[in-house]
C-alpha cells in the first residue's frame, strides 16, 4: 500500500522567500504525481502532473521535481505572495490507476 | 462549462438517515471518483468508475454505494449514516482513468451525522 508523506504539516514565512514543500513515498511503481492546492472551504486545484518518465515540471513561479529511487518529490514556489497562502497536496497515481494522498501542508504567507 | 458540481455543500443528518450526495460533471470524462477528507489525514478514495454502467470499490467502501447509469453522473448514497460518516466529500473526475489527465475536483460537499 502507498503510504505518501508531507512534512511539515504547516509552514509560515515573510512574503517574498521561495517555498519548499516535500512529499515523500514508499512504493516507487507510481504512473505520475500531481501537485494540488486547496484553499479554504473549496475544492481541490491541480497545480502541476509530473509523469513518471519526467524529473521535473514547471508553471510559472512553480517547479515540481520528482525523484522516484529516493521516493521523493518537491515543490518550489519562488518568491511568495500572500495570495500562496493555502494547502498544498500531493498525490501518486499508481498503475492501478488510484490516488493516494497526502495529509497536506498548510503554507501561510506572511505580508 | 461549469466542470464538477457537487450537491448539496453543507447537510446534517441524524444517525440512521439516509441521503444521497450527487455529483454532475460536463467534460464528458470517463474517470469519475468519490472521496472523503478528515483532519489530519489525506484524501482517502470510496468509489470509482472508469466508465458508464462500471463501478469499483476504493480504500474506503463500507457504508456507501454508488451507480453511474450516464457518463456525467456520479452519485454516491450514504445507506444508513453513521458518526463516524462525518466528512468532506469530494468528486472528481478526468478524461480516462488511464493516461496522464489531471483531475478535476468539485468544492465538496459537508456533512455531519448526529
Not at chain 1, 514543500?21 to 500531481?34: R, V
Not at chain 2, 455529483?23 to 482517502?44: F, I, K, T, V
Amino acid at each position: 500500500k502507498q503510504e505518501v508523506t508531507q512534512i511539515p504539516a504547516a509552514l509560515s514565512v515573510p512574503e517574498g522567500e521561495n517555498l519548499v514543500l516535500n512529499c515523500s513515498f514508499t512504493d516507487s511503481a507510481i504512473y505520475n504525481l500531481q501537485w494540488f492546492r486547496q484553499d479554504p472551504g473549496k475544492g481541490l486545484t491541480s497545480l502541476l502532473l509530473i509523469q513518471s518518465s519526467q524529473r521535473e515540471q514547471t508553471s510559472g513561479r512553480l517547479n515540481a521535481s520528482l525523484d522516484k529511487s529516493s521516493g521523493r518529490s518537491t515543490l518550489y514556489i519562488a518568491a511568495s505572495q500572500p495570495g500562496d497562502s493555502a494547502t498544498y497536496l500531493c498525490a501518486l497515481r499508481s498503475n492501478d490507476y488510484k490516488l493516494s494522498f497526502g495529509a497536506g501542508t498548510t503554507v501561510t504567507v506572511r505580508a | 462549462n461549469a466542470g464538477v458540481t457537487q450537491t448539496p455543500k453543507f447537510q446534517v443528518l441524524k444517525t440512521g438517515q439516509s441521503m444521497t450526495l450527487q455529483c454532475a460533471q460536463d467534460m464528458n470524462h470517463e474517470y469519475m471518483s468519490w472521496y472523503r477528507q478528515d483532519p489530519g489525514m489525506g484524501l482517502r478514495l470510496i468509489h470509482y468508475s472508469v466508465g458508464a454502467g462500471i463501478t469499483d470499490q476504493g480504500e474506503v467502501p463500507n457504508g456507501y454505494n454508488v451507480s453511474r447509469s450516464t457518463t456525467e453522473d456520479f452519485p454516491l448514497r450514504l445507506l444508513s449514516a453513521a458518526p463516524s460518516q462525518t466528512s468532506v466529500y469530494f468528486c472528481a473526475s478526468s478524461y480516462s482513468s488511464g493516461g496522464n489527465q489531471p483531475q478535476h475536483f468539485g468544492d465538496g460537499t459537508r456533512l455531519s451525522i448526529l
